[in-house]
Nanobody, 115 residues
Framework: QVQLVESGGGLVQAGGSLRLSCAAS????????MGWYRQAPGKQRELVAT???????NYADSVKGRVTISRDNAKNTVYLQMNSLKPEDTGVYYC?????????WGKGILVTVSS
């Protein structure tokens, strides 16, 4: 089992910044990648960013240049630094950890960007 706990969400004005954190615990040695996803009201959940065990990252086109995913291995934590936030970034953000035979999600955290 892997437990994921997200933090750092909240209300921010357009143009502002937020940093989300996802702390992992449990069988973290099985994790090959961690990612952030978001779900806006009335829309499907979508990928925001992924960081692989190799350190390689990938981003959704909609956030490239504004968002950075990073990790602190000592703290078993993955971060999502979001800058120049837009109202369309509003949604529930979920942390995901997956690897061979395992796939875990956090409960999600709300990010609201006001115009």
């Amino acid at each position: 089992q892997v437990q994921l706990v997200e933090s750092g969400g909240g209300l921010v004005q357009a143009g502002g910044s937020l940093r989300l954190s996802c702390a992992a615990s449990g069988r973290i040695f099985s994790i090959n990648a961690m990612g952030w996803y978001r779900q806006a009201p009335g829309k499907q959940r979508e990928l925001v960013a992924t960081i692989y065990i190799s350190g390689r990252t990938n981003y959704a086109d909609s956030v490239k240049g504004r968002v950075t995913i990073s990790r602190d291995n000592a703290k078993n934590t993955v971060y999502l630094q979001m800058n120049s936030l837009k109202p369309e970034d509003t949604g529930v953000y979920y942390c995901r950890a997956y690897g061979a035979g395992m796939d875990y999600w956090g409960k999600g955290i709300l990010v609201t960007v006001s115009s």
